[in-house]
């Protein structure tokens, strides 16, 4: 790369660039200093952070290669790039193959294809219907965009076309050539019903198991070459095929390396070995033959060989070899298998032998049918010939395996050729070829480490094609330079010339292998000397290894230096078999398929009989030249001479055809699903030719622009002066100013070519322009936003001062209000503290006088008390003191009794110790019970506290004692004298005081018993008040639970009905998607019931045309119908058995079965046309079944009591009679005075009929008002009921609950609950029962209701028959007497009946309002009667009033006539014609009529009127023969005038329009009420009388939905070429979206010139057709759903073009669409169409729209797009993230991670893999009813129609 001006620019700090590495191949770095000239280094950083120093070489001084801007990166284009260099594409596919999981990638006229080792979802039918009609540079890379190409040029230039996909082995060649002839067969079609399309494709299985085997690095490889012609006729539909194979691998056969397999088909018959058909072939599993086992891998992982092997043979079968073919094809194989496991045994060292009954020779013997003696002997011995006789020579047993294995692979070549063969002729048709595509499947370059012969011709071959390739690039170079008139400069490129005069030139490599062949002594030495001798020194390709003399080194294209082992070379050449062994098996007389097999075999074997040699591997089978000398045999032609010349065929083919590129990569030897080895890839890239391409173009000028690209792309660096008017000169003023070399560019006549990195260039100063445009955007938005900042903020001071200040003024003027209202406060306060100081010393003075006073008293009154108190003291101490002497004495009584008792108690304290002890001891062993000792301490308090108690009781006893002892003692003191009583007493007091004692103690234990009792009673006054509050608890959680089982018994009940109401909703919805969807399929079968009979008619026309020279041939019309043949098949298929008979004595060209299949077909399309009907018909019943139920249910919910229902009856039934005497009156009175004129107006019978007439009038809205006010009390009456039932339930709970106290009465009123609630749930599954059967019951009732309807309908019709005044009688009658029976029946029973008879009464109210519904129809029939009798009476009266006239006035009357405006006024409005004029008719009005004139001038849907017009006075006239060739020859002529002009819209939506008007004609006219609602009283007196056409309906709706289809279509081919330009392409906001470099293959111009398509374009089609659809007066509804469907293809179809087109998925596109789509939405709005669900279609649309604008970083924004997205598949959202490319520098791409991200949020969703949307789906339609209010009598018939033989009626 030499240094310039633009490179010093380019290499600054941050540029990036490529620096070789070993791993990687090329690594990224970034210049961390300017480069400066002179510079020996590059200061570098690799993207981990690592800094380098890059070196120059010093010799070049080459800079390394600059790399691409992010916005080129993943570009479809590798011409696109700015800078073309190897890293630069081997970056650009990695990145579209492993971040983007794009596969395919341009690169100029080559499509690179990556293996990406998985199966992806992009070649289904949808796929390809996208490629179909684009052009290649408009949608993303792909094979379905080449094949389209050369489909598309092969019909443009009439020139046949090639496809040829090379690659290594295990690239994908073999599965990129199907999907090419896939998409001819799908876009292409056939002629015929042979579908040859369909076996071309049913030929790849056969190949693939016959010629395909596993290797290490392809499990599916091609071991042969093969080119398919695909024969097209002159319309380029597929005709046939033809299929030449190059260089089959028969070394497979017989050897296979490791992990490697033979041919499939081995495999699938051992593993299908245990079929019936197949156990004569002897077979078992792979592993047990020779053949099979070597590579050790028999199984492929997911491949089931038997069932591929069924596919095999059906794939036979369709190719037309039959089973017998077949099995001998079997047996064949089989007999290899069988014969690679014969052993040969060494007999001595120069010969060998066969054991004897060899089983698998004997099975090889059988199934070839040949003797088991002369096998074993040829395949151990052989002839040699001389002159005069011939020598019989024993082989070795190397020879003779050697020979074994070359008789199989000779017997295995000529099977696969036969096989060829077949499929050639399966694939050929009659028909003459106009032109042909083929495609090659051929292998790439093949190195091993062991090359032999067929690497050698594989390698050969490949020179030949990338010779051929490198001429068709430099001549298109030559073709584009000269087209565009720049200076032609010759272009140095490689040319492999030399390589190939090296192998095929005279004396090259073949010419001395051909030579040495024919030498008697021949070696693979001597050739090899001859070889060193020859080209060694006067050929720099070839090279001699140093170590080797047997081997030779060629240096093929992309310095790819190839070493060829010359052992096995002569031998491959010659392909030797023993003429012996081929003689024997050709001698079989059981196998005719063998010897078929040899036929030819004296062309093929050896003369010399010689054994071929072992080898590697070897592949051979070149189809012998048929046009050789059979007879000579020395002249064989060797496999390299046959090879070269097949080749240069090839070439030849090609060179005549437009060659298209396909070049296989794959990206890895491990077969890992997207996986990328920069090595193998590079390799690959440099072998294929792509390299080559790109060096190709960037030594001219690669990069080309047209001048508006250029234009609207480099805007920004122009100024505003130097935009000129002229673009082309400005273009020019602008380059001349930016690139100062002007070799850097050239200006052709459209576009602009560049030379290698000048585009980078330019886009490097348009980048630093927008970046300083930013900067100054940047930088005036930030002042702005600043300056806003500081005004907000100096605003926001001000007012906080303003604020403040009046804030501080407002506190000063409150703080001084403060203080004089505190200084008032504190004079009031010390006022009123010193007054109250002054009340408090007052107050405290008298209190002080007060005490002091008082205190005087008392002193006073102390003294004289204190003189008082001292005359008692005197008296109590002298009392004291002989008192003292007695307690002296006493004292002394007292203590002896106290030793006494010390005495006992120290005993006793003895036995109490001991007890202690024994106590103390208890705890020990008892510490258990310290929770009883508590209790017994809690206990002993208590005891103590009782003992408190006790003690102080006892003290007061001591005190009542002691004054009772003072008492004593005064009587002592008074009884002194009385001593010796007192001794005699003494010995009382002392049993008196041990009783004392005694009581004490009885007292104590009392008193103990006592609190034992009372804590007793205490604990079990406890105790129960637990229990009780326990039992208060339970029963409240009973109540609770109580409550809670009735509001789940209530709220269970509401489920059920909620439950019930949903599900009735959901059957109903279900009911509506289930007719719908049968409704859309009914009308796709409608489609395709069509296109048969369109290709039958055409079949037919082409077959009266081959028979119009016959004499005598009947021509059978071609419009029959699908329709009319529902009524007239049978003698419609008669005739055309009869035509098909007379035709096929002279059609010997057509196909005669095709005849019978297609009737075949017409009648099973018929048969599931008709039960589709009748489903439908079923299902519509199903539907009007579930909303009778449903109207039964809520009618039955709706009851009263049957007080109320027999008084209405009553009332009723006495207003029914009341009618009955009524009408009698009026039968009477019309009898009665028929004769006498009394029916004259003013006549009395006139009177009593007028006055009856009103008064029914009267009674029939009373009727009605009664009707309403009955209905509206019997819902009050059922609410009530209801609401009573409900309520008394739980009050009888209530009350019995709280009558309950006890708590055993609690515990069973709980058990009696629970049993209620079993009981509860038991009745309400009963109800739940008995609810079902009351349905059932309904059902059964409602059926009743029905069939009593037909009666009524039957007795009706009957009645019409009658007399009117007999019908009037009978109907009245009729009705009474039922309506009579019913109220008996019903007053005969209970009124206050159970529940279940009130359910029944009210099944009967509910059938008595539907009873009276249709008695208030009956009525207003009798009305119309009645109004009828009174204009005949009116009649009758005008009639005698004409009777009474004089004589003179009627002989006045002729010149007067009277009835002329009445006759005009009684017009029927029907039309009569001549059946002779029906032909004219449907000519005039149908075929010869210009829509436009009629909708401009005429009524819309006249001719519709004018037909029905016509119908009605044939169903008048009672003529059933006239009404159905009137309607079948309208329904032919509207069918032929659309075959006709069917493209024409206007035509189209004109019988469209009138077909729909004609179909609510038949409906309005019918006499069925339901289409009778809206008529007036006029219309319905034009009703049909005579005939039923809901048939004929039916069929006109079936013409209907054909033609709404055809309309579609017509749209859809004038909407399809607008919407892709108008919607994605061209750019309605101007400026918004950049033109990014594009490469070789331009894309269709975003910028609107002439002839392309805007979004105006497709708005004012759209309002084209709406305006037209309303001219023609076509129903709103139907318009709407018109509309709908337009908009669902504009959306599917940019949805689709969008997700394959990577250049328009960018942020700018994004915007321009919602745009777009707005502008959509207006339109809609404008037309009032916003309610018809368009909107709807395009939701996916809008949504990817937005997908393209929101973030999509952070969890955040994926979160937020998976809510967005829910229109969009999960396919589809991830396409558009994988596809989305930034335009300019700003913008970022999507990462790997925030992809993964989004398919792991979305991998729960229920939804279809399929990427795009079906553009073909078309909504069912439907045509609800519209009634016309148009009067037939009024419509007038122009004459411009040359109708005039109609008559009016």
């Known amino acids: 790369m030499n240094m310039n001006r633009e490179l010093e620019y380019m290499f600054v700090q941050r540029a990036r660039v490529w620096i070789p590495d070993a791993e990687e191949v090329w690594k990224s770095a970034e210049l961390t200093k300017d480069f400066k000239n002179g510079d020996a280094s590059l200061q570098l950083m690799l993207e981990d952070g690592t800094s380098i120093e890059h070196k120059l070489d010093p010799k070049t001084k080459n800079l390394p290669y600059l790399r691409n801007p992010d916005i080129l990166v993943g570009e479809n284009d590798l011409t696109a790039l700015s800078y073309l260099h190897e890293p630069a594409v081997l970056h650009n596919l990695k990145v579209r193959f492993i971040d983007s999981k794009l596969i395919y990638t341009y690169c100029g006229i080559v499509l690179v294809a990556i293996n990406p080792y998985e199966t992806l979802g992009i070649y289904g039918t949808d796929i390809i219907n996208a490629y179909s009609g684009q052009n290649m540079g408009d949608m993303d890379p792909h094979i379905f965009a080449v094949a389209e190409e050369a489909y598309k040029q092969m019909a443009r230039d009439e020139r046949n076309q090639s496809i040829i996909v090379s690659g290594e082995s295990g690239a994908g060649k073999t599965v990129s050539a199907k999907y090419a002839m896939r998409y001819f067969a799908t876009v292409s079609g056939s002629t015929s019903e042979a579908n040859v399309e369909q076996k071309v494709l049913a030929s790849n299985p056969i190949m693939e198991a016959i010629g395909n085997a596993k290797t290490t690095r392809n499990d599916n490889s091609s071991r042969f070459g093969k080119y398919i012609e695909i024969g097209f006729d002159t319309r380029y539909r597929i005709i046939g095929a033809n299929m030449r194979t190059y260089l089959l691998e028969k070394s497979r056969v017989v050897f296979q390396a490791d992990e490697e397999r033979n041919y499939h088909i081995f495999y699938q018959l051992c593993a299908s070995s245990h079929l019936p058909e197949f156990k004569t072939l002897k077979l078992s599993s792979a592993n047990d033959f020779l053949y099979t086992r070597q590579g050790r891998s028999p199984v492929i992982h997911g491949v089931d060989d038997t ?7 059906n794939a036979f079968t369709l190719l037309g070899i039959n089973e017998s073919y077949q099995m001998g094809l079997f047996q064949v194989l089989a007999a290899i298998l069988h014969l690679g496991n014969v052993e040969i045994k060494d007999k001595d060292s120069d010969s060998s032998l066969i054991p004897p009954n060899n089983r698998h020779l004997t099975a090889f013997c059988e199934l070839v049918g040949v003797t088991y003696q002369d096998m074993s002997q040829w395949l151990c011995h052989r002839k040699l010939k001389t002159a005069t006789e011939t020598y019989i020579k024993t082989l070795p047993r190397l020879q003779a395996t050697n020979a074994r294995d070359a008789l199989a692979k000779h017997i295995y070549a000529k099977l696969f050729n036969w096989i060829v063969e077949h499929v050639n002729k399966a694939l050929i048709t009659n028909i003459k070829q106009h032109s042909f595509i083929g495609v090659l499947d051929i292998y790439g370059f093949e190195t091993f480490e062991i090359n032999s012969f067929e690497q050698f011709c594989i390698n050969y071959a490949n020179e030949k094609l990338q010779q051929q390739f490198n001429m068709h690039v430099f001549k298109l170079e030559q073709e584009e330079y000269m087209k565009e008139q720049i200076p032609w400069t010759l272009i140095d490129f490689y040319d492999n010339q030399p390589c190939i ?45 140093r170590m080797s003399n047997r081997a030779f080194i060629i240096q093929h294209f992309a310095d790819k230096q190839v070493e060829y082992q010359c052992e096995g070379f002569l031998e491959k050449n010659k392909d030797t078999v023993n003429e012996d062994q081929i003689n024997v098996l050709k001698a079989s007389k059981k196998f005719d398929l ?56 090839l070439m030849d083919t090609l060179n005549a055809t437009t060659p298209h590129y ?67 000169l400005t273009c020019r003023n ?52 600043a300056r806003k900042k500081y005004l907000r903020k100096r605003s926001a001071a001000i007012t906080i001062q303003r604020f403040t200040r009046g804030y501080q003024a407002r506190c000063l003027a409150k703080f001084m209000r403060r203080t004089q209202a505190a200084t008032i406060i504190q004079k009031y306060q010390r006022m009123c503290m010193e007054r109250k100081r002054y009340r408090q010393k007052q107050a405290a003075a008298l209190v002080m006088q007060t005490i002091l006073r008082a205190y005087m008293a008392r002193q006073k009154y102390q003294g004289l008390l204190r003189e008082h108190n001292a005359v008692i003291i005197q008296k109590r101490v002298r009392g004291w003191l002989a008192r003292c002497w007695y307690k002296r004495c006493l004292v002394s009584l007292v203590y002896l009794q106290c030793c006494f008792r010390r005495m006992k108690a120290r005993r006793e304290l003895k036995k109490l110790k001991i007890e202690a002890r024994s106590v103390e001891h208890f705890k020990k062993l008892n510490k258990g019970m310290e929770n009883k000792i508590m209790q017994l301490q809690r206990r002993i308090d208590e005891q103590t506290k009782d003992n408190r108690s006790i003690n102080e009781k006892l003290v007061s006893l001591e005190t009542s004692s002691t004054a009772e002892r003072e008492r004593m003692r005064g ?84 489920q059920m009905t909620e439950k019930m109401a949903r599900a009735i909703v959901e059957k109903t919805q279900q009911l509506e998607t289930d007719l719908n969807e049968e409704r859309s399929r009914y009308q796709n079968l409608l489609t395709e019931h069509l296109r048969l009979e369109e290709k039958y008619d055409d079949l037919k026309e082409a077959m009266v045309s081959s028979n119009v020279s016959k004499p005598g041939h009947r021509r059978t019309d071609s419009t029959h119908s699908s329709n009319e043949s529902e009524y007239t098949y049978n003698s419609e298929y008669a005739e055309l058995e009869e035509g098909s008979r007379a035709a096929e004595d002279v059609t010997r060209g057509m196909d005669t079965s095709l005849t019978l299949k297609l009737q075949k077909r017409l009648t099973e399309l018929e048969q599931e046309k008709q039960s589709l009907r009748n489903e439908l018909e079923n299902r519509e019943d199903q539907f009007q079944r579930a909303r009778a139920r449903d109207d039964v249910e809520f009618k039955k919910a709706r009851g009263a009591e049957l007080e109320y229902e027999s008084l209405k009856r009553q009332e009723l039934e006495s207003e029914n009679k009341k009618l009955k005497h009524d009408l009698a009156e009026i039968r009477r009175s019309l009898l009665g005075n028929a004769a006498t004129g009394a029916g004259a107006p003013g006549s009395p019978a006139y009177k009593v009929v007028l006055e009856q007439l009103n008064a029914s009038c009267e009674e029939l809205e009373v009727r009605k008002e009664e009707v309403l006010i009955l209905r509206s009390q019997l819902v009050s009456q059922k609410e009530a009921l209801h609401h009573k039932e409900t309520m008394t339930e739980p009050s009888t709970y209530v009350e019995d609950v709280s009558k309950l106290k006890d708590a055993g009465e609690l515990k069973q009123a709980y058990i009696g609950l629970k049993d209620t609630n079993r009981l509860l749930e038991h009745q309400l599954q009963t109800q739940r029962r008995s609810y079902d059967s009351e349905v059932e019951s309904l059902r059964g009732e409602l059926q009743n209701v029905k069939e009593e309807n037909n009666r009524q309908q039957q007795l009706l019709a009957q009645n019409l028959q009658l007399p009117p005044e007999a019908r009037i009688e009978a109907s009245l009658q009729h009705e009474i007497t039922r309506l009579t029976n019913e109220n008996l029946e019903l007053l005969a029973e209970d009124p206050t009946a159970s529940r279940e008879a009130r359910v029944i009464i009210l099944r009967r109210m509910v059938d008595l309002m539907e009873q009276l519904e249709k008695q208030d129809r009956t009525i207003r029939k009798l009305k119309k009667q009645l109004k009828v009798y009174s204009k005949r009476i009116g009649e009758m009266g005008a009639g005698q009033t004409e009777g ?30 001549k059946k002779e004029d029906e032909l004219k008719l449907v000519k005039n009005l149908i075929l010869e009529l210009k829509p436009r004139g009629v909708a401009v001038n005429l009524i819309p849907g006249l001719p519709a009127y004018i037909l029905f017009m016509c119908l009605r006075h044939a169903d008048y006239v009672n003529d059933d023969q006239k009404v159905r060739t009137l309607l079948t020859s309208t329904i032919n002529s509207i069918k032929k005038i659309l075959k006709k002009r069917g493209d024409d819209f206007e035509t189209v939506s004109f019988w469209l329009s009138n077909t729909c008007r004609f179909l609510h004609c038949l409906k309005q006219y019918s006499g069925d009420e339901a289409f009778m609602k809206h008529n007036t009283q006029r219309q319905n007196e034009h009703t049909l009388s005579n005939f039923d056409l809901a048939e004929y309906r039916q069929v006109i709706s079936d013409l209907a939905i054909q033609i709404y289809q055809q309309l579609i279509k017509c749209m859809e081919n004038i909407l399809q070429p607008m919407i892709v330009s108008g919607m994605l392409e061209h750019e309605t906001i101007q400026g918004v979206s950049g033109v990014k470099p594009t490469g070789l293959r331009k894309r269709t111009s975003s910028i609107a010139d002439e002839g392309t398509y805007t979004l105006d374009s497709i708005l004012r089609q759209l309002s084209a057709f709406h305006s037209t659809m309303c001219q023609h007066g076509t129903d709103p509804e139907l318009i709407k759903q018109v509309v709908k469907q337009q908009f669902y293809i504009i959306g599917a179809v940019t949805l689709n073009n969008l997700l394959l ?16 789509v707005s502008q959509l939405e207006e339109w809609l709005r404008d037309k009032g169409l916003m309610i018809c669900g368009a909107k709807e279609t395009l939701e996916p649309l809008i949504q990817a729209a937005q997908l393209l604008q929101v973030k999509k970083k952070t969890d955040e924004d994926a979160e937020a797009i998976c809510s967005m997205c829910l229109a969009l598949t999960t396919a589809q959202i991830v396409k558009v993230l994988n596809l989305y490319t930034p335009v300019n520098e700003f913008e970022e791409r999507v990462s790997v991670a925030f992809i993964r991200t989004i398919q792991t949020r979305l991998r729960d969703r229920c939804e279809s893999p399929q990427l795009l949307m079906d553009t073909k789906m078309i909504y069912p339609v439907t045509f609800p009813f519209n009634p016309s209010s148009l009067a037939l009598e009024t419509i007038q018939i122009p004459s411009s129609l040359n109708l005039s033989f109609l008559t009016r009626v």
């Open 1701 to 1716: 087109r990577k250049d328009m998925c960018s942020w700018s596109k994004g915007m321009q669409i919602r745009y777009n």
């Open 594 to 649: 063998l010897v078929e097999l040899f036929q030819d075999e004296e062309k093929t074997t050896s003369p010399t009989g010689q054994v071929p040699g072992t080898g590697g591997r070897t592949r051979l089978s070149i189809k012998p030249d048929k046009g050789r000398d059979k007879s000579s045999k020395e002249h064989k032609k060797t496999v390299g001479c046959q090879f070269r010349n097949s080749l240069q065929m």
């Open 1444 to 1473: 009474q006239t004089s004589p003179g006035q009627m002989v006045d009357e002729p010149i007067h006539p009277v009835n002329i405006p009445r006759r005009e006024k009684d017009f029927q409005g029907m039309l009569e014609y």
């Open 971 to 1054: 009587e002592l003191s008074r009884l002194r004298g009385v001593e010796e009583d007192a001794k005699n007493k003494g010995n009382q007091v002392t049993s008196l005081l041990e009783q004392l004692e005694k009581l004490k103690k009885e007292l104590s234990s009392t008193q103990k018993e006592k609190k034992t009792i009372e804590d007793w009673a205490q604990t079990y006054r406890d105790e129960m008040e637990k229990m009780v509050s326990e039992l208060k608890d339970q029963n409240c959680s009973l109540k609770k639970e109580k409550d809670d089982l009735n509001r789940l018994i209530q709220e269970q009940s509401q």
């Open 307 to 313: 069932k591929e092997l069924s596919t095999t043979r």
């Open 734 to 785: 602008v380059l001349e100013k930016l690139v100062q070399d002007q070799d850097k560019y050239q200006f052709g006549k459209t576009k602009i070519f560049f030379r290698a990195g000048q585009v980078a260039y330019l886009e490097k100063l348009r980048a630093d322009k927008l970046r300083v445009a930013c900067i100054r955007i940047q930088k005036t938005i930030r002042c702005w936003l």
């Open 501 to 545: 005069n090296l192998i095929e030139a005279k004396m090259g490599i073949l010419d001395l292998l051909d030579e040495e062949c024919k030498m008697p002594k021949g070696s693979d030495d001597s050739w090899a000397q001859k070889l060193y001798n020859t080209h060694l020194k006067t050929c720099s390709l070839f090279e001699k290894p």
């Open 662 to 728: 396909v070049r296989c990569i794959k990206p890895n030897d491990f077969k890992l699903a997207f996986s990328f080895d920069p090595k193998r890839a590079v390799q690959q890239l440099r072998a294929c030719g792509v390299l080559e391409t790109i060096r190709i173009s960037a030594a001219g000028f690669p990069s080309r622009w047209t001048y508006q690209e250029f234009f609207s792309r480099y805007r920004v660096l122009m100024k505003q002066k130097d935009v000129l008017s002229d673009k082309k």
